[in-house]
Structures are given as structure tokens and as C-alpha cells.
């Protein structure tokens, strides 16, 4: 019959990966639903089999946040942008003894500026090499444009108790052309200040040591 059609249905890698066991995809309209966070570890531990490790996802003294997939630990979690490995850890935190503590990744890339985040849980070390005994976490960020563009967020989280810290974030991002479509460029930078959350926030009649967030300062820039 000449007046039959075909229909070709052409699957997307995202979602060839959301089929795939084991593999959850988080899209930027995704992203866009969620409200504000001071990094991109914040969206990525809401997904199965993800947790934060360190002091400060606890809430208690410390500043290290990592991702950790499966309970694997984050050592054998790798961290990608754009398919490459992250391997330098620019960005530091001030603990309450007042040394540098590094923390993790995922706020290289302002959430504004990705495309979808790739989450695998298990075993990748077959395919992405050491370091990925626990899984992968893929950050695609949004490919430049022939014209300049820019964001900058702003939000303040004041909690209802004064006992606990306010949190301010600042983010920012640009990108555009420097030779036409032959060269592009990107810059991102953050801001981000934690008030001290009181001493005796979680101590029974001040009988304990403080269980609350440290005071924190952290500047990145790429």
C-alpha cells in the first residue's frame, strides 16, 4: 500500500542509558525543579545507592563531603566532567581549627551550566579504568554557543531557629566564542559562605560537644 507509513523512533543516549540496570540519568529539566543547592552533590545523593560521606554530611565538624556509591567508599567513586576524569581538587574549605580542608568534585560545574548528570552504580572499573569499583558519576555540562552568555544566582538559606548557620551561595558562569566556531571558552566561579550553626545546638542541657556545622568559607573558580 502506498499510503503506509513508517514510523523510526530514534533513541537518545540518555535514554538508552535510563534503560540500561543500575544507570540513573538526572536531565537539567530536572535540575530545573529542584531548589537551590550549594553544589551539584546535593542533587546527585537523592539518587538510589548514593550517599555523602564526611563530617559535614552529617552535620558534624568537617568539610569534606564525598560522594560514595554502594557504600564502595568515595575512593573508588570517579568523578567525570565532560567524559574526563577530575584529578585536581582546586577548591577548599576553612575548618574550625582554621586548616584547609578539600572537598569533592561535583562544584566544579554551576548546576545552571549542566546538561544531565550520569550516575552508574557498580562495577565500571572494565570500562572507565581505576577508581570506579563503586560506579561513576558523568557531569555533561552544555555545549558552548556562537554567542556570549551568561548567569549569576544569588539565594540565602536562613533557617527558622537563630541557632543554626545561614547559608549564602553565590554562582556565576560564562561562555561564548574567542575565534568564531573554531575556539570557545567557559568560566565558573562560586561563592559560598555557612554561618556556624551555636555551640551546644544538639547537646542536652549543654552537657555535650557541639553536633551542629562549622563555619565555612569556599571560592572556586575554572
Known amino acids: 500500500d502506498d499510503n503506509d507509513e513508517t514510523l523510526v523512533v ?3 543516549a540518555e535514554q538508552v542509558l535510563k534503560q540500561q540496570p543500575g544507570v540513573s540519568v538526572i536531565t537539567s529539566e530536572d535540575i530545573k525543579k529542584t531548589p537551590p ?4 552533590s546535593d542533587i546527585i545523593r537523592k539518587m538510589p545507592g548514593v550517599n555523602l560521606t564526611g563530617n559535614s554530611a552529617s552535620g558534624t565538624r568537617g568539610n569534606n563531603r564525598q560522594i560514595d556509591i554502594r557504600g564502595m567508599g568515595p575512593e573508588n567513586t570517579l568523578i567525570l566532567i565532560d567524559g574526563v576524569p577530575v584529578t585536581s581538587r582546586n577548591s577548599v574549605r576553612y575548618s574550625w581549627r582554621g586548616e584547609r580542608d578539600t572537598r569533592g568534585d561535583t562544584n566544579w560545574v554551576p548546576p545552571e551550566q549542566v546538561e544531565r548528570i550520569e550516575v552508574i552504580r557498580g ?4 570500562r572507565y579504568g581505576s577508581g570506579a569499583a563503586g560506579g561513576v558519576v558523568n557531569i555533561i555540562t552544555k ?4 554567542d556570549w552568555h551568561g548567569s549569576l ?8 531557629s537563630s541557632d543554626e548557620g545561614a547559608t549564602r551561595p553565590a554562582n556565576f558562569s560564562l561562555s561564548g566564542p574567542l575565534a568564531g566556531n573554531a575556539l570557545t571558552t567557559r568560566l565558573y566561579g562560586n561563592l559560598n ?3 556556624a ?3 551546644d545546638i544538639n547537646s542536652p542541657v549543654g552537657t555535650k560537644n557541639a553536633a551542629g556545622h562549622e563555619g ?3 571560592k572556586d573558580i575554572n
Open 197 to 199: 550553626d551555636s555551640w
Open 10 to 12: 530514534e533513541d537518545t
Open 153 to 160: 544566582s544569588l539565594y540565602t538559606n536562613q533557617p527558622e
Open 193 to 195: 559562605k555557612t554561618d
Open 37 to 40: 543547592v550549594n553544589d551539584l
Open 143 to 146: 555545549r558552548p554557543t556562537n
Open 216 to 218: 565555612v568559607r569556599n
Open 123 to 126: 562495577p565500571a572499573a572494565a
